[in-house]
């Protein structure tokens, strides 16, 4: 984007080459914003284990496996090796028993904490975006009103400080809050024309 500004020499450094205008920085700053939403966005939608369903349960979508790690089969299935005619039935018997008895525990106790996460997290979460949002939309507000006010404000990418053009004060990127506000770079401008 074509800014219609000469390039101004940042007072630190004495080089022009890595200076911006302040709709520059904001545009960066807000490129940067966008693409952390973005990825906030995408990984709520893909849940913690990225399988694009939110979240996995145990008992849920995974093979059954017994006590010790052993693999049961579905019911009606008798060519799993555990229940072979040489094998111990009553041993057998117990593994299927403590297999099926451990799905239906986790079954519980994920639908119990899916429940949880619906009705506490979920909307806990979208409140908080929701929020993030709103203020982001009153930043960008404040942004539009202070590159109309101060366009001699410039940022120097080198030195990591912000002057206004043809200024010999800077004042430190670091000790500026984000979001800026109106107010704030009003401090910061007073700041940047002191004797």
Request: negative net charge.
């Amino acid at each position: 984007m074509d800014y219609g500004t000469q390039q101004a020499v940042c007072p630190r450094c004495g080089s022009g080459a890595q200076v911006r205008t302040v709709a520059e920085l904001f545009d960066m700053l807000n490129g940067m914003q966008d693409q952390a939403m973005q990825r906030g966005q995408q990984a709520q939608q893909q849940g913690p284990y990225g399988d694009g369903q939110g979240y996995a349960f145990a008992g849920e979508g995974y093979s059954d496996y017994g006590p010790a790690g052993t693999r049961s089969s579905q019911p009606g299935n008798f060519d799993n090796p555990i229940f072979d005619a040489g094998g111990d039935i009553g041993g057998d018997i117990t593994n299927a028993v403590m297999g099926t008895a451990f799905r239906f525990v986790g079954r519980a106790i994920g639908k119990r904490v899916q429940k949880t996460i619906q009705e506490r997290v979920v909307p806990a979460m979208q409140a908080k975006a929701a929020q993030a949002q709103q203020q982001w939309q009153q930043s960008k507000t404040d942004q539009a009103a202070i590159v109309a006010k101060y366009p001699d404000l410039r940022g120097c990418m080198h030195d990591q400080v912000v002057f206004l053009e043809g200024g010999s004060r800077v004042v430190p990127i670091s000790e500026i809050h984000m979001p800026v506000t109106l107010a704030q770079a009003d401090a910061l401008v007073d700041r940047l024309r002191a004797p």
